[in-house]
């Protein structure tokens, strides 16, 4: 494993639509002032931000925890909340169990954990019913997915 | 590393550190140290900021006198369509184009045949576009470099085109040098310009690589000699000889702030100008909030380009001036059609070498950052966050940055140490 250089971890809280968002820009800002290529900011934002509105959307708590390496950036989300009970079906492109309100805000299109795969060089998630969903991604410094 | 070359030059003499150049400044890229203020060259954007706060006269613009150009065989005006807005309405675009020529220069190019090129590009290239939007417009070299300097994450939204100005330096390099027989070089293409920036973006093209221009001249230096041909023509009573540029609107719509609305009619497009309103927009452009823009046109200076530092008349009435003048125009005239028509085919717009992010000088490896960035904000939370800027730092973040690059010291603050009130005091005796 190459050494941790830098972690930081946000938590966030199920239901806050109000504070959704902050965890990844912050997060990006941080990955702009280290002069991160653009194009890897872009990709771990994208996972930290749906990372972040799942846990908003679905979850009762939540931490993202970014940590970056010499050669990679790990976001690790883990919620305690209701799970995921088919994960096939989860990371299909369009599925999604979300209310009408939140499709109203503009979220739960579908689109979250695919995204968050697609974006990742690594990609694993584990999901207990009733207990809660860990998602890790990991992205290379140096290259495309 | 690529050493930046700017518009300003700095007269540390004139120059008593009152701080004012380095709260103006949009990229933070001026430091006031021992008294005297200084650029970090890497961080400058040459949008001027600094030399319109100086009260003391210690920022000078560089320009370039068209006795710069004396040795080229023939010199041509690109005049910036700001030019036209600048003189009285007595004063039309033919009479000005005739002043060019009694300012010294042997011909006035058609520019408006390469404006109009211009938008039907950028149209195709919008239309073109899969990548991420909003799409932004490259003509401002102030926008283009703010986004490599302070939004590297939107560089790919930058139209990577030529501007049309530069596709009118080849062109008339090329067309002359047929018609004269001369070779290219000895031809000078010089841009009539309203501002300072273009004349950086011709020095040293944001993108690397060379520009097809030979340099600039601002607006107030041809000005007197425009208006002297007004008199002459007047008071001799001839007529107004026939009109060889702004024959039509488009050309006069690109002095304004919306110049592409007209080919880009189905898009979702805004106009921002001034870089307060600007970064304000673009900060939301980066926070993912602007997704349903296609087109962002956008320019440094407040108004556009009509108020550019090298301008004379009030951009307001500049702007009234350019209406009026473009109600008596037609939408359009079979000289330029033809022109465009010609020539589309043949001009390849796009950039040699894509715009880019800019490599900041020093910034060290990610190991390095990270240390950098993890003493910044230990720094940071010793420091009172009142931005007062005594630090000669304009703010709290900027001052504990430079500790970690071991450019500054945490004392340099007046909360955190006597000395350097004391010091402060002995430099501005009227605060002691």
Same mark, same amino acid.
């Given at each position: 494993?190459?050494?941790?250089?830098?972690?930081?971890?946000?938590?966030?809280?199920?239901?806050?639509?109000?504070?959704?968002?902050?965890?990844?820009?912050?997060?990006?800002?941080?990955?702009?002032?280290?002069?991160?290529?653009?194009?890897?900011?872009?990709?771990?934002?994208?996972?930290?931000?749906?990372?972040?509105?799942?846990?908003?959307?679905?979850?009762?708590?939540?931490?993202?925890?970014?940590?970056?390496?010499?050669?990679?950036?790990?976001?690790?989300?883990?919620?305690?909340?209701?799970?995921?009970?088919?994960?096939?079906?989860?990371?299909?492109?369009?599925?999604?169990?979300?209310?009408?309100?939140?499709?109203?805000?503009?979220?739960?299109?579908?689109?979250?954990?695919?995204?968050?795969?697609?974006?990742?060089?690594?990609?694993?998630?584990?999901?207990?019913?009733?207990?809660?969903?860990?998602?890790?991604?990991?992205?290379?410094?140096?290259?495309?997915? | 590393?690529?050493?930046?070359?700017?518009?300003?030059?700095?007269?540390?003499?004139?120059?008593?550190?009152?701080?004012?150049?380095?709260?103006?400044?949009?990229?933070?890229?001026?430091?006031?140290?021992?008294?005297?203020?200084?650029?970090?060259?890497?961080?400058?954007?040459?949008?001027?900021?600094?030399?319109?706060?100086?009260?003391?006269?210690?920022?000078?613009?560089?320009?370039?006198?068209?006795?710069?150009?004396?040795?080229?065989?023939?010199?041509?005006?690109?005049?910036?369509?700001?030019?036209?807005?600048?003189?009285?309405?007595?004063?039309?675009?033919?009479?000005?184009?005739?002043?060019?020529?009694?300012?010294?220069?042997?011909?006035?190019?058609?520019?408006?045949?390469?404006?109009?090129?211009?938008?039907?590009?950028?149209?195709?290239?919008?239309?073109?576009?899969?990548?991420?939007?909003?799409?932004?417009?490259?003509?401002?070299?102030?926008?283009?470099?703010?986004?490599?300097?302070?939004?590297?994450?939107?560089?790919?939204?930058?139209?990577?085109?030529?501007?049309?100005?530069?596709?009118?330096?080849?062109?008339?390099?090329?067309?002359?040098?047929?018609?004269?027989?001369?070779?290219?070089?000895?031809?000078?293409?010089?841009?009539?310009?309203?501002?300072?920036?273009?004349?950086?973006?011709?020095?040293?093209?944001?993108?690397?690589?060379?520009?097809?221009?030979?340099?600039?001249?601002?607006?107030?230096?041809?000005?007197?000699?425009?208006?002297?041909?007004?008199?002459?023509?007047?008071?001799?009573?001839?007529?107004?000889?026939?009109?060889?540029?702004?024959?039509?609107?488009?050309?006069?719509?690109?002095?304004?702030?919306?110049?592409?609305?007209?080919?880009?009619?189905? /898009?979702?497009?805004?106009?921002?100008? $001034?870089?307060? +309103?600007? !970064?304000?927009?673009?900060?939301? *452009?980066?926070?993912? =909030? @602007?997704?349903?823009?296609?087109?962002?046109?956008? /320019?440094?200076?407040?108004?556009?380009? $009509?108020?550019? +530092?090298? !301008?004379?008349?009030?951009?307001? *009435?500049?702007?009234? =001036? @350019?209406?009026?003048?473009?109600?008596?125009?037609?939408?359009?005239?079979?000289?330029?059609?033809?022109?465009?028509?010609?020539?589309?085919?043949?001009?390849?717009?796009?950039?040699?070498?894509?715009?880019?992010?800019?490599?900041?000088?020093?910034?060290?490896?990610?190991?390095?950052?990270?240390?950098?960035?993890?003493?910044?904000?230990?720094?940071?939370?010793?420091?009172?966050?009142?931005?007062?800027?005594?630090?000669?730092?304009?703010?709290?973040?900027?001052?504990?940055?430079?500790?970690?690059?071991?450019?500054?010291?945490?004392?340099?603050?007046?909360?955190?140490?006597?000395?350097?009130?004391?010091?402060?005091?002995?430099?501005?005796?009227?605060?002691?």
């Amino acid at each position: 494993m190459p050494d941790e250089l830098l972690s930081r971890s946000f938590a966030i809280r199920g239901r806050d639509f109000e504070r959704a968002g902050e965890a990844s820009t912050e997060i990006k800002s941080l990955l702009k002032e280290l002069e991160i290529d653009p194009a890897v900011i872009r990709r771990t934002v994208v996972i930290a931000f749906e990372a972040e509105m799942n846990i908003v959307m679905y979850a009762d708590e939540g931490t993202v925890t970014f940590v970056l390496t010499d050669e990679d950036i790990g976001v690790e989300v883990a919620d305690r909340g209701p799970g995921i009970p088919d994960l096939d079906l989860a990371l299909q492109e369009g599925w999604s169990t979300a209310t009408d309100e939140m499709r109203e805000m503009g979220f739960g299109f579908g689109m979250g954990l695919p995204n968050i795969r697609r974006n990742s060089d690594q990609f694993s998630v584990k999901s207990q019913v009733g207990e809660g969903t860990v998602v890790s991604s990991r992205i290379s410094l140096d290259g495309a997915p | 590393m690529i050493e930046y070359a700017h518009g300003f030059r700095m007269n540390e003499e004139a120059c008593d550190g009152c701080l004012a150049c380095m709260r103006a400044c949009p990229t933070c890229a001026i430091r006031v140290k021992h008294d005297k203020a200084s650029v970090q060259a890497d961080l400058c954007i040459d949008c001027g900021s600094c030399l319109k706060a100086c009260t003391r006269g210690a920022i000078i613009a560089t320009t370039q006198k068209l006795e710069e150009f004396a040795h080229f065989a023939f010199k041509v005006a690109i005049p910036s369509p700001v030019l036209f807005g600048q003189f009285p309405l007595e004063v039309p675009p033919e009479i000005i184009t005739r002043g060019l020529l009694a300012a010294g220069f042997d011909a006035v190019w058609d520019y408006g045949v390469d404006l109009e090129l211009g938008a039907r590009a950028i149209a195709d290239y919008a239309e073109r576009w899969r990548g991420a939007r909003p799409l932004v417009n490259m003509t401002c070299p102030v926008i283009v470099r703010l986004i490599q300097v302070s939004y590297p994450r939107m560089t790919e939204q930058l139209l990577q085109m030529e501007p049309p100005r530069e596709i009118a330096g080849r062109e008339l390099k090329r067309h002359y040098s047929r018609e004269l027989g001369l070779p290219s070089e000895q031809i000078a293409a010089i841009y009539v310009s309203p501002c300072q920036a273009r004349t950086i973006s011709i020095v040293q093209p944001a993108e690397g690589g060379k520009s097809s221009l030979d340099g600039t001249v601002g607006i107030p230096q041809v000005y007197n000699a425009v208006l002297a041909e007004a008199r002459r023509v007047g008071e001799s009573g001839g007529q107004s000889p026939e009109a060889t540029v702004a024959r039509s609107r488009p050309m006069l719509r690109w002095a304004t702030p919306r110049a592409l609305p007209y080919v880009l009619r189905h /898009y979702r497009y805004i106009s921002v100008t $001034g870089l307060p +309103n600007v !970064t304000r927009v673009f900060d939301d *452009v980066e926070r993912g =909030k @602007l997704k349903d823009i296609d087109f962002i046109e956008c /320019y440094a200076c407040w108004a556009g380009c $009509g108020n550019g +530092n090298l !301008t004379v008349d009030n951009v307001y *009435v500049c702007q009234a =001036k @350019l209406q009026t003048l473009m109600a008596g125009l037609p939408a359009s005239d079979p000289v330029t059609d033809a022109e465009v028509a010609r020539r589309y085919p043949h001009v390849d717009f796009l950039l040699e070498h894509p715009f880019a992010p800019r490599v900041r000088a020093n910034a060290g490896d990610l190991r390095e950052r990270v240390r950098r960035v993890k003493e910044a904000e230990t720094v940071l939370h010793s420091l009172p966050g009142y931005d007062c800027g005594l630090c000669g730092a304009p703010t709290c973040v900027t001052l504990a940055h430079d500790v970690a690059a071991g450019e500054a010291a945490p004392t340099d603050c007046v909360l955190l140490s006597r000395q350097r009130l004391q010091e402060l005091r002995r430099i501005h005796p009227r605060s002691a």
